[in-house]
């Protein structure tokens, strides 16, 4: 059974997906999905995270690890025992370690064989694009709809001294 994470994005059981989108439209897609409420889940984030504290707090099987390091990361992949495995991507856990990046997303893919594996980054970086490289699905979102501008006159002083103002009749 697929995970239907967004309209446009659904996760495979025993996969490693990738998905690249604003950090509003991730927290959106996961407080309004109630199907992954279903499902034990592991949320893995590194030294600092901007999506948990915008989660709600509805998840009954939400299991958070934190990873300070590429080792920990690795442990913490090892030892998962969920449905859904989601990791929050954070480049400073390889600034130390670029050598890992490989073992790593061979862990990544050792964890897919049980699990489906998201690997979650608001932004890209080098170290992320190698760990996509082989990925199953990626999924990249620059934004979503953004809307219409609209013109002000303190900014386009040209428009404003065009306008005419018509006399009143008295």
Same mark, same amino acid.
């Given at each position: 059974?697929?995970?239907?994470?967004?309209?446009?994005?659904?996760?495979?059981?025993?996969?490693?997906?990738?998905?690249?989108?604003?950090?509003?439209?991730?927290?959106?897609?996961?407080?309004?999905?109630?199907?992954?409420?279903?499902?034990?889940?592991?949320?893995?984030?590194?030294?600092?995270?901007?999506?948990?504290?915008?989660? $709600? =707090?509805? #998840?009954?099987?939400?299991?958070?690890? +934190? &990873?300070? *390091?590429?080792?920990?990361?690795?442990?913490?992949?090892?030892?998962?025992?969920?449905?859904?495995?989601?990791?929050?991507?954070?480049?400073?856990?390889?600034?130390?370690?670029?050598?890992?990046?490989?073992?790593?997303?061979?862990?990544?893919?050792?964890?897919?064989?049980?699990?489906?594996?998201?690997?979650?980054?608001?932004?890209?970086?080098?170290?992320?694009?190698?760990?996509?490289?082989?990925? $199953? =699905?990626? #999924?990249?979102?620059?934004?979503?709809? +953004? &809307?219409? *501008?609209?013109?002000?006159?303190?900014?386009?002083?040209?428009?404003?001294?065009?306008?005419?103002?018509?006399?009143?009749?008295?």
């Amino acid at each position: 059974m697929d995970f239907d994470l967004h309209p446009s994005a659904s996760l495979r059981p025993r996969s490693l997906n990738a998905l690249l989108a604003p950090n509003e439209m991730f927290t959106e897609a996961l407080n309004h999905n109630l199907n992954l409420q279903r499902f034990k889940v592991l949320y893995i984030c590194g030294n600092y995270s901007s999506v948990l504290r915008r989660l $709600d =707090r509805k #998840f009954q099987e939400l299991d958070i690890s +934190r &990873a300070l *390091t590429v080792f920990q990361l690795m442990t913490i992949l090892e030892e998962a025992r969920h449905t859904l495995i989601v990791i929050e991507h954070d480049p400073m856990l390889y600034e130390d370690a670029q050598g890992m990046v490989e073992y790593v997303t061979q862990g990544l893919h050792e964890a897919a064989k049980e699990a489906a594996v998201l690997l979650y980054s608001p932004g890209t970086d080098t170290f992320q694009e190698d760990m996509t490289k082989n990925a $199953d =699905r990626v #999924f990249y979102f620059d934004g979503g709809p +953004r &809307a219409t *501008t609209k013109l002000i006159s303190k900014a386009y002083p040209k428009a404003q001294k065009s306008q005419t103002t018509l006399e009143a009749w008295t």
